[in-house]
């Protein structure tokens, strides 16, 4: 299994930004998005499972952040709208062995994050 993360940039704050994941060997893994700022720990940001039927998010993100993935593409994505300066971090695209781990379960494979900077 091997994840690419892409899509990062600069934003001003409230303007939106795509992330993709290409993801392959994840048909039915589940799936998440962490972001990690400077200084700090390894948040959660979302969750989907194998079938994309359930997914999850963190108050933080809720109402703003949307994630997808279309399997027959082998890709993983997050829309994220509404950007916060707090929404400044690298973010990581993450799978599971298993159908959903949500937000507390084991990550057995990570992307090599790509930085998203919101600043005006």
């Known amino acids: 299994v091997q994840l690419q993360a892409s899509g990062g940039g600069l934003v001003r704050p409230g303007e939106s930004l795509r992330l993709s994941c290409a993801a392959s060997?994840?048909?039915?893994?589940?799936a998440a998005w962490f972001r990690q700022a400077p200084g700090k720990e390894r948040d959660f940001v979302a969750a989907i499972s194998w079938s994309g039927g359930t997914r999850d998010y963190p108050d933080s993100v809720e109402g703003r952040f949307t994630i997808s993935r279309d399997n027959a593409k082998n890709t993983v994505a997050l829309q994220m709208n509404s950007l916060k300066s707090e929404d400044t971090a690298v973010y990581y695209c993450?799978?599971?062995?298993?159908?959903?781990?949500?937000?507390?379960?084991?990550?057995?494979?990570w992307g090599q994050g790509t930085l998203v900077t919101v600043s005006s």
């Open positions: 993450a799978a599971a062995r298993s159908r959903y781990p949500g937000r507390s379960g084991d990550y057995n494979y």
């Open positions: 060997g994840i048909a039915f893994y589940g």
